[in-house]
């Protein structure tokens, strides 16, 4: 960022470089070019900016007199010239003199942006990149420079689900915005909002060119997905959303498999699944002569399946994906698993392509209530597992009066310090995820109970609520506990939504 860039196109959408080489284009023709991850050893590497505020510099004019629209413009030229020679001292010099004098000019603020960018002070930098994008929205090279300090950043996983509020604002300063409602926040840095819930970043939001009335859809892909898996990042636009799911134990930065949920917002009001489809394949050969495509499955022009691989090079590795493309009422939808390998694993590829061949297109209303109970599910799963572990070390600790208040009151009385000592070592050693596999909520006349099933499919805890919270109904660890159920219906292990 050490000179001013004049582009000749604006940058609509920001996406990631870093992992996926996707260029997503919403015109004549829906590009959605699947984005192969690069090798690591070329991640950027980006000088964040420091946590303080942008502080202000020494570089003032001594006289406090108003200058004139001649002056302000002779302290800008000054100041590009010096950009120029990469004399960043002079240039901030000059160009702090032009900011002070009309602090509302988004192009001068860029332009001080830059000179600081120069001299190696990202935090000042960022600060009037920011300014500067906020003040001149239509001004490309701001928000170029922008998107290009953002994108390194996020290339670093700052932008990743969960990242606490404290570190964002360590990292990035203080937001030139902030809305609170209840739990959820909004901070906003230039046209970027990060959405947190219990100050834990939620997704990312790009604020250009939204409708008035908010971004609302039609419908959606319901699909499944294993349990081991994690939401890793959101971002949503005017023209598309995107969300992204790893292995729980690995990010979006170091990832083995990914999966992919988007939407392309009004893509199918011009184009069908089956055109954005041959715009991936004619971009992904001109790319990369050596890919081999494949299309699977095709009921018609609303809805196809297709596979690409290619081999790995110094600049990427090795990479194949399979896609599913559902046109809705108003958008294209968009499901994704990719893989870092040379050759695609037809075994381990199966149970993917079940998941996208299964994926449902739901209108939005029952899209919402599928999304709530499918969040619940997924939540009490993961307490539950946590609680089974916790209930092992009660259990070897003998502690009978607080194992009891996990219980249904009717059944604490079993729950004695004899009952206790003859548990075996093996009910210790239970694994809390083979246990509990997989949650179903049911419908128990007015109540909501949830029921558990273990690896093998056979249900082995039934879990009722009573004034908000859930208790167990039965003692999984007495050997004496009601024998456990084949379930009559076998439901996949988890379900969400894009």
């Given at each position: 960022m050490s000179t001013l860039r004049h582009p000749s196109t604006p940058v609509h959408f920001i996406f990631r470089t870093s992992r996926l080489l996707t260029a997503v284009a919403l015109g004549a023709l829906l590009a959605a070019i699947p984005r192969i991850s690069?090798?690591?050893?070329?991640?950027?590497?980006?000088?964040?900016?420091?946590?303080?505020e942008q502080k202000k510099t020494d570089a003032r004019p001594d006289a406090e007199r108003k200058l004139s629209p001649e002056e302000i413009q002779k302290h800008v030229e000054n100041g590009q010239k010096a950009i120029e020679l990469k004399d960043w001292e002079t240039a901030i010099k000059e160009l702090e003199q032009a900011v002070q004098?009309?602090?509302?000019?988004?192009?001068?603020?860029?332009?001080l942006g830059v000179a600081y960018m120069g001299a190696r002070n990202a935090n000042a930098g960022w600060f009037h990149f920011r300014q500067a994008v906020r003040l001149a929205p239509e001004y490309t090279p701001a928000t170029v420079d922008f998107l290009g300090t953002w994108k390194l950043l996020d290339a670093q996983g700052l932008f990743n689900v969960g990242t606490p509020l404290d570190f964002l604002i360590r990292t990035l300063g203080k937001p030139d915005e902030i809305r609170e409602s209840g739990p959820r926040m909004r901070a906003i840095y230039g046209f970027m909002s990060l959405n947190l819930i219990n100050r834990s970043l939620f997704s990312v939001l790009d604020l250009r060119n939204l409708p008035e009335d908010g971004l609302n859809t039609t419908d959606g892909l319901a699909f499944t997905i294993p349990d081991d898996w994690k939401v890793a990042y959101r971002i949503l636009s005017a023209t598309q959303g995107n969300t992204e799911y790893v292995h729980n134990d690995e990010t979006i930065?170091?990832?083995?498999?990914?999966?992919?949920?988007?939407?392309?917002?009004?893509?199918?009001?011009?184009?069908?699944?089956?055109?954005?489809?041959?715009?991936?394949?004619?971009?992904?050969?001109?790319a990369y002569p050596k890919i081999k495509f494949e299309v699977l499955d095709e009921t018609d022009e609303n809805d196809t399946l297709f596979r690409w691989s290619i081999p790995g090079n110094e600049?990427?590795?090795?990479?194949?994906?399979?896609?599913?493309?559902?046109?809705?009422?108003?958008?294209?939808h968009r499901l994704a698993y990719t893989r870092k390998a040379e050759q695609p694993d037809e075994e381990a590829l199966e149970p993917w392509l079940d998941v996208l061949r299964t994926a449902r297109l739901l209108p939005a209303d029952e899209l919402r209530v599928h999304q709530q109970r499918e969040g619940m599910e997924r939540q009490l799963l993961q307490i539950t597992r946590v609680l089974i572990e916790r209930q092992q070390e009660m259990i070897?600790?003998?502690?009978?009066?607080?194992?009891?208040?996990?219980?249904?009151?009717?059944?604490?009385?079993?729950?004695?310090?004899?009952?206790?000592?003859?548990i075996d070592a093996e009910t210790l050693a239970i694994d809390p995820e083979v246990f509990a596999s997989r949650i179903e909520l049911v419908q128990s006349g007015e109540a909501q109970q949830a029921e558990l099933y273990n690896e093998k499919g056979d249900k082995v805890l039934t879990l009722v609520q009573r004034e908000g919270n859930w208790y167990a109904r039965?003692?999984?660890?007495?050997?004496?506990?009601?024998?456990?159920e084949k379930p009559t219906a076998a439901k996949p292990a988890s379900e969400t939504t894009n």
């Open positions: 690069a090798c690591a050893d070329e991640q950027p590497k980006a000088e964040k900016p420091a946590a303080a004098a009309d602090p509302n000019n988004g192009p001068y603020h860029h332009a930065q170091n990832w083995t498999e990914l999966f992919a949920s988007q939407r392309f917002i009004g893509a199918a009001e011009k184009q069908t699944a089956k055109s954005v489809r041959e715009g991936i394949r004619t971009r992904l050969v001109e600049e990427h590795p090795a990479q194949y994906e399979v896609v599913r493309l559902v046109q809705g009422e108003n958008d294209i070897r600790q003998k502690n009978v009066d607080l194992l009891k208040s996990f219980f249904v009151e009717e059944r604490r009385d079993e729950i004695t310090a004899e009952s206790l000592e003859n039965n003692i999984w660890f007495n050997a004496s506990n009601e024998k456990t």
